[in-house]
């Protein structure tokens, strides 16, 4: 039974759009007809278009919190003893956004033609990851599925708290800023010129911070809109240049050789890493698929290389520790929980413990970043607002003086 996706008719005119499950299009279209309704165009929902097709509920990814909600019912279903089609046809049925639909029956519409879950999900690339791919299969061989999906869903979960507290942190800094380069260019554009006209008469020379404010008054005043249209341009260029895979890797060795964001990147990197890897690992994929799956979810080019390189040396007979320390991107608490979970042979648990550690360091970092980064730019905002009272009050003394 497949997925149909149908626009039809119904009694009052009115165009509908929806889903049907049928064997075969004519058989949806005699449902459609059953329904009172004149069908006009069908077509099987495929991976190819549940991936980014036609329409625009097609058109529309599957988010994380979405995902990790679809995962941990389907866990929940299939616990309770739920065969893995009717599990996704339940919850099909109880998600609201046509998008993920789609993707839900399709994927059962796999499953019943007889392929295994984990060759359905790979079916849609965009939605389902390799990490989640390999974490179900294992979880199908070992028949832990409901646990494996209540992992991968407590695993979404964690990253996108992770990713909405660094949002919401960088918020008020990233609207400071805003807002703070906002007034300094309206001062310099609309108030300081009108200030400066006074010192025009002025038979003295003017002194060299009223000379260098009158100057970059001028500058923002005549290039204000090619100036703020070069930085709109720049940006539209950087997102079209950072899609290079050349370029991807230049920028990335170049965030890794500044002394600060060097060390952001590589706790970043290195703690999605190793989450990544001890879902695998605890879901039984062998430790050397685990790492090489897991490497896909590291951003930096640099550091995937050479993660990537480390993998190599493990298949050659060499420990994970050991590899990952000649890296150099890991630190020693890290190399050391990973070398006692392979002693001990819990390497899942200590990877894990590894991430928490990297994400709680990763957390404080940028908690203290941000904590420093409010008065820094306030501090900033004054020097220029005194700077620029300095150099207008400066010819009024000196005129005070010659009066």
Known sequence: MAAFEYQAIDGDGKTQRGLIEADTARQARQQLRGMSLMPLEIGEVTSRQADGGIGKAKRDKINVATLSLITRQLATLIS???????????VSRQTPKPAAKHVLLAVRARVLEGYPLSE????????????YCASVHAGES????????ERL??????????????????????????????????LLTFVV?????????????????TTWLIAISDFFKDYGVELLIGVVLAVAIYAQLVKLPGFRRMRDRFYLRLPYISYLVRLANTARFTRTMSILVSSGVTALDAMRIS??????????AAVIKAADKV??????????????????LVIQLVQNGE?????????????????????????????????????????????????????????????
Not at 80 to 90: C, D, F, R
């Open 315 to 332: 298949r050659e007979g060499e420990y994970i520790s050991t590899s990952l320390d000649k890296t150099g991107y890991f630190s020693p």
């Open 295 to 304: 490497t896909e979810v590291i951003n930096s080019e640099p550091i995937r």
């Open 343 to 403: 002693a001990s042979g819990k390497l899942g648990e200590m990877m894990e413990r590894s991430a928490r550690a990297e994400e709680n360091e990763f957390g404080s970092v940028t908690a203290m970043f941000i904590a420093l980064f409010e008065p820094a730019m306030i501090l900033l905002m004054g020097m220029v607002v005194l700077f620029i009272v300095i150099a207008i009050l400066i010819p009024i003394f000196d005129m005070n003086e010659l009066v």
């Open 120 to 131: 359905a999900l790979r079916e849609f690339p965009r939605i389902f990851d390799s990490m």
């Open 193 to 209: 010129p009108k200030i400066v006209q006074v010192f025009e008469g002025f038979d003295t020379e003017l002194p060299l911070m």
């Open 153 to 186: 869903a407590d695993h979404m979960e964690a990253r996108q708290d992770l990713q909405r507290r660094t949002g919401q942190a960088l918020i008020y800094p990233i609207l400071l800023s805003v807002v703070a380069f906002a007034l300094v260019g309206a």
């Open 80 to 90: 309770a003893g739920q065969p893995v089609e009717s599990a996704y046809h339940a």
């Open 142 to 149: 070992s028949g832990l599925l409901d646990i494996v999906m």
